[in-house]
């Protein structure tokens, strides 16, 4: 069985998996990372969004083999300790969740846009988010929390 | 999902070499395999990953044509400079492709080689005329898209770059899937060197067909007016609970009409 060694939130983490062990499962079994969840396991739902090499992924769609030697930051990974990361922030301040069962993919979804782009507009933000779907809030208020989020951000991540 | 063995070669030689094996598979991206995998659709003995192969995601300008590396992720077509200079329809198609994330990893060569029926890039393909360049020779895209997830790839065959002839014009219009964005009719037009080219994809069973009447027409004219009274065949086209054949059929029709328009 293949050992994978992986940067996950600047720590070198590995673990024996087989070849068809999905990154989601390596992080969540083998890491006990369970922020990261598994919606529809079939690359729409987007609450399995993680970060490899800095950019957004499904990880319910990618092979923990594929991740062999990435850098890995996944929800538990934006907080500096106590301190939320801004975006974490702004879900909280703006009430963008309700059940957050979809909150760590589309903070990770969020951050991945406000690095790329510091001050989205509503319909950039929108269109972003197109690959994460939330059931409870209608979105108006996730909306409200990127754009406040990656203001907060200031360009940075 | 069935267990396999994995592979990571770092040559295209080596990659070659993997691919030897009975029942082996390429991965590139991942965004139209794994999913077929996790049906049990496909369950190859052997995958082997193209990632660490050097040389497979480079866009180029060759002047008459632009070649894109069979490992672009549409995130990185959508985002090129040259795609956006030379073929400003690619960049729009690639940016409409799932979403971000599946942009960000899926690749030109995985759809292509894939040939998914309600896939973007077969319509763009042939549309544009573009020739699929593989290890150990070349296919125009009309010989290459054969049915729904049919081509002539062998099986240890690896598309290394899709060769894209620069359009006079062209445009993308699609109706997606709300949920998956995938095409429920999807039509690129190109005015180029080889004529008007209207292809479609999403709607038909078959895969990308062409549609001979309306690139007649557009050949005489070329206009949005010069299209709007051909109406498609709703034989041989897909019915779903996203559309029926009947309404498909009449998508095709209103999508060529639109990118006609948006061709200017």
Redo the contacts between chains.
């Keep these: 069985m293949p050992t994978v060694t992986m940067t996950v939130n600047g720590m070198e983490r590995s673990g024996t998996v087989e070849g068809r062990t999905l990154l989601v499962e390596f992080l969540r079994e083998n890491l006990g990372l369970t922020g990261t969840h598994v919606g529809c396991d079939t690359s729409q739902c987007g609450a399995c969004v993680v970060h490899v090499n800095g950019t957004s992924v499904k990880s319910c769609t990618c092979l923990a083999v594929q991740a062999d030697g990435a850098d890995v930051t996944t929800i538990e990974g934006l907080a500096n300790g106590a301190e939320l990361h801004p975006m974490q922030e702004a879900f909280r301040e703006h009430h963008g969740l309700q059940c957050g069962f979809c909150t760590p993919g589309m903070v990770m979804s969020a951050v991945d846009l406000a690095n790329r782009n510091p001050d989205p507009s509503e319909h950039e933000v929108r269109e972003w988010l197109e690959g994460n779907l939330c059931r409870c809030t209608g979105y108006h208020n996730i909306v409200k929390a990127v754009r406040a989020g990656a203001q907060a951000m200031g360009g940075g991540s | ?6 592979h ?1 070669p770092t040559t295209l030689n080596e990659a070659l070499a993997a691919l030897g094996a009975e029942g082996a598979k390429v ?1 590139a991206g ?2 139209s395999l ?2 077929v ?2 049906l049990n659709l496909a369950a190859p003995t052997d ?1 082997v ?1 193209l ?1 660490g192969v050097p040389g497979l995601a480079d866009i180029a300008d060759g002047g008459d044509s632009v070649t894109v590396g069979a490992m672009c992720t549409h ?1 990185q077509v959508a985002g090129s400079a040259i795609v956006q200079a030379r073929i400003p329809a690619l960049t729009a198609m690639a940016d409409g492709i ?5 942009r ?2 899926g690749t030109i060569g995985g759809s292509v080689a894939h040939n998914d029926p309600a896939a973007d890039y077969p319509a763009a393909c042939v549309a544009l005329g573009a020739t699929i360049v593989t290890d150990r020779r070349e296919i125009h895209s009309d010989d290459f898209f054969q049915g729904m997830f049919m081509t002539p790839l062998e099986d240890d065959e690896v598309i290394t770059a899709v060769r894209f002839p620069v359009p006079s014009r062209a445009s993308y219009a699609k109706f997606a899937n709300p ?3 995938y095409a429920i009719a999807g039509v690129m037009v190109a005015q180029g060197p080889a004529g008007v080219r209207v292809a479609v994809t999403g709607a038909s069973g078959d895969g990308v067909f062409r549609v001979g009447e309306m690139e007649a027409a557009l050949g005489e004219s070329f206009s949005a007016e010069a299209v709007a009274g051909i109406a498609v065949s709703s034989d041989g086209m897909l019915s779903d609970t996203a559309a029926g054949a009947q309404y498909r059929a009449h998508l095709v029709a209103v999508m060529a009409k639109r990118a006609v328009a948006a061709c200017g």
């Design positions: 999902m069935n267990d396999f063995t994995y990571a991965i991942g965004h794994l999913p995998m996790k995958l990953s990632a995130a799932g979403d971000a994330q599946v960000n990893a949920a998956s964005k």
